[in-house]
């Protein structure tokens, strides 16, 4: 087999193999095939397309490049959830104690987090003690236990999606529907989950800003888990404002607490209960969205979602003290009122600009190497639609370096745009895709 033969059939149009994608994949991840002739093959891919079984047959092959997870031990059907990226998005500390308290397993490897916020590993490291590094055994453990458990990702999952992301990244080939989907369903795949639900995001912070985009991408995830026998369902939500008030570590946290709680913002709350609702049903513990969302709803009513969140802090060596008194998280020196210089409607919020202004007080990482600070960030005072009088906070920074405060409120700036007239409603949630097709609401 020779590599340019295969570029040569993509380029006109052709239909790839099977093993044509092995080939391609095994020999870039071992370095036997060089960086011009994948990057040609990558360009020919993103002008050609690929049809459904070259999609999942690629995204099978960068399963296969390294270790695939085995959770066959955790009893049950293991339903993982994944969001294309957001901002303020602490659906999975909210979602995971609820799914676990209705009884399904939740079995999370979680990534680090690079740019605006630190991932779902470094906001649960603002608890004081938690531990996200253990042996697979205690992992599986936990999930039997407890029915949650959050690890970080090992080096070894899908490596030959890191090389290829890399690639693409430099080769303006990044944005193929394909090609997005397959690295995604990738990660999930070798991560052990049998069933998985995805919250695509749509909108100016997300990655796909048209409602079209966001359904196609969407759509042909759903189809790589149904042609690699794994039960896919994906919504698709908005990312045009920051998703809950808090965007850093620390206070998103405290915010799924204040969720768990039942005192939570309406839109994290709402989105929660989707999600979860379709995690329910994929881990074969309701039949329908209506009796799954009764169920999820009981968790938080009668304290068992909190109480779960606590079991699973315990569990992975961190202070359930935090559940009850999150006075004890991180808390900045400084708490700055970001105020509207006019009155008026907010008619929006850039939710990029949010996590760019978290960014650079410290929320997120720069670089790999970057220290985060867990304790600083933005908490909006006000969301979409709301009206504001001049002077009146749109925002709290809470800052610990003051000398960061002007590049933060810069950022604000550019986020919050108030008019005299009240914005259209905008839907929290667009639509659901299945392996039925797409059904927009």
């Known amino acids: 087999m020779r590599m340019y033969d295969i570029i040569l059939k993509k380029r006109n149009g052709g239909e790839l193999t099977k093993e044509e994608i092995e080939f391609v994949v095994n020999g870039y991840t071992k370095g036997e095939i060089p960086d011009y002739q994948v990057s040609a093959l990558l360009m020919a891919i993103y002008f050609q397309k690929m049809n459904k079984r070259e999609t999942a047959d690629l995204t099978m092959a960068m399963v296969n490049s390294g270790e695939v997870v085995d959770l066959s031990a955790i009893e049950g059907i293991k339903v993982d959830k994944h969001s294309t990226g957001g901002v303020g998005d602490t659906t999975t500390l909210v979602l995971g104690p609820m799914v676990a308290a209705a009884g399904a397993p939740v079995a999370k490897m979680s990534g680090r987090g690079l740019g605006h916020t630190g991932g779902t590993l470094d ?60 690295s995604i369903m990738s990660k999930k795949i070798a991560a052990g989950a049998d069933a998985i639900v995805l919250d695509v995001k749509t909108g100016a912070g997300a990655f796909m800003k048209t409602l079209d ?61 989707t999600l979860g609702s379709y995690m329910l049903i994929l881990a074969k513990k309701a039949d329908n969205v209506e009796t799954a969302r009764e169920i999820l709803e009981d968790t938080i009513r009668t304290g068992a979602a909190l109480n779960k969140f606590k079991e699973f802090v315990a569990a992975q060596g961190g202070d359930p003290e935090v559940i009850d008194n999150p006075e004890l998280l991180p808390k900045a020196e400084h708490i700055i009122e970001f105020k509207a210089e006019e009155s008026g409607y907010v008619n929006k919020i850039v939710a990029i600009e949010v996590g760019l202004a978290a960014l650079v007080l410290g929320a997120g990482r720069e670089t790999k190497e970057s220290q985060i600070d867990l304790a600083v960030g933005v908490v909006l005072n006000k969301k979409v639609g709301d009206y504001v009088e001049k002077g009146e906070p749109l925002a709290y920074i809470h800052v610990n370096d003051m000398s960061k405060l002007k590049d933060c409120e810069e950022r604000l700036k550019r986020a ?24 927009r609401y």
């Open 416 to 439: 919050f745009q108030v008019t005299k007239e009240k914005p259209e409603h905008r839907p929290l949630i667009f639509g659901v895709v299945t392996k039925e097709g797409i059904q």
């Open 213 to 273: 985009d966001s359904f196609a991408l969407a759509k042909e995830m759903v189809d790589i888990g149904t042609n690699v026998g794994r039960n896919t369902i994906a919504i698709v939500s908005d990312m045009d404002e920051p998703l809950g008030f808090a965007v850093g570590n620390a206070l998103e946290v405290k915010e799924a607490i204040d969720t768990l709680k039942g005192k939570g913002p309406k839109d994290l709350y709402e989105l929660c209960m």
């Open 123 to 182: 906001k649960l490291e603002s608890i004081k003690g938690l531990s996200i590094e253990m042996p697979k055994e205690k992992f599986i453990e936990n999930v039997n236990k407890v029915k949650l458990a959050v690890a970080g990702q090992t080096a070894n999952l899908a490596p030959a999606d890191k090389k290829l992301y890399a690639l693409r990244d430099v080769t303006a080939t990044v944005d193929n529907i394909s090609l997005i989907a397959s």
